[in-house]
């Protein structure tokens, strides 16, 4: 690993620190008859904690350069499959095809370049995660646990709350990579929501809540500008707001029942 030129453009830090590794893995909440499914194993330290606890692991590594190295850190872990391939770019589903399992789940050290497509793309595949483990931005994460009013709140705070309960786990310092990135990060908790809101149609809740988060100083009436704002005002009014809200003021309920009124 020494001589190992870390891309920056792919989001290589590695995390170093042992007692984290074995953190992520205790919280990851893995056991029984488990498929793991990790994105960039990079050297292969989370990879190995994954390995003694799931029966196994399904990695995607974009970077072929690492398939040596991987070769040698992991040569006693023989439940370890490593896709060298864009994980974006995966039929997932196809891929475990291949597997026989009873619960799946996810855990990564994200490469925090593509942190939202690749969330993005576990939500679409629709794959029923017992529980998705990931470490991401500090930043990001504050994202995610937002509540309406905070200045975190955004659009992705919306949509994954729809699908998920989210618990943030820990802090992990920047000093825990090599190289050492420019931000902390942390490390969260997705569990499927049991008792998801109805939802009429996923694809035209999403759109709905990226536009109405589109420019951060408008308000609904702005942003919304291309739906009914009859029916718009009527649901606000529901929640007893106006036209002049701005999105980061609503809760999930309301786009909810906003997007089911529109269709
Ligand atoms: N798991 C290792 C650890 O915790 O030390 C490395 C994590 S590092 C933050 C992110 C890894 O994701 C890198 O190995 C990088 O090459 C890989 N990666 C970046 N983009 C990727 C993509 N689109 N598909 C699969 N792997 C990717």
Do not use: W
Request: proline letters at 3%.
């Amino acid at each position: 690993m020494a001589e190992f030129l870390y891309k920056k453009s792919l989001g290589q830090n590695f995390l170093q620190d042992k007692n984290i590794l074995k953190r992520i893995i205790e919280v990851s909440n893995i056991s029984g008859n488990s498929l793991t499914i990790e994105v960039g194993p990079g050297s292969g330290n989370l990879t190995k904690e994954i390995a003694s606890v799931s029966k196994k692991v399904l990695c995607y590594e974009i970077d072929d350069r690492l398939e040596s190295v991987l070769d040698v850190n992991l040569i006693d872990y023989h439940n370890v499959d490593i896709i060298f391939a864009d994980f974006l770019k995966r039929d997932i589903l196809k891929d475990i095809l291949n597997y026989e399992f009873d619960s799946l789940y996810f855990v990564a050290n994200l490469p925090y370049y593509i942190t939202t497509p690749i969330i993005e793309k576990l939500i679409k595949a629709n794959l029923n995660f017992k529980h998705i483990t990931v470490m991401v931005q500090k930043e990001v994460g504050e994202r995610f646990n937002a509540k309406p009013g905070m200045k975190e709140y955004n659009s992705l705070t919306v949509y994954l709350n729809y699908y998920f309960d989210l618990k943030k786990e820990f802090i992990v310092s920047r000093n825990a990579f090599k190289p050492k990135p420019n931000v902390d990060s942390m490390v969260i908790s997705l569990t499927n929501k049991e008792n998801k809101l109805y939802l009429k149609n996923k694809d035209h809740f999403e759109t709905l809540v990226r536009d109405s988060f589109k420019f951060k100083r408008k308000n609904l009436k702005n942003n919304l500008k291309n739906y009914d704002l009859a029916i718009v005002l009527k649901v606000l009014e529901k929640y007893n707001y106006d036209l002049t809200v701005r999105a980061e003021e609503l809760p999930l309920e309301f786009f909810v029942e906003l997007s089911n009124s529109l269709n």
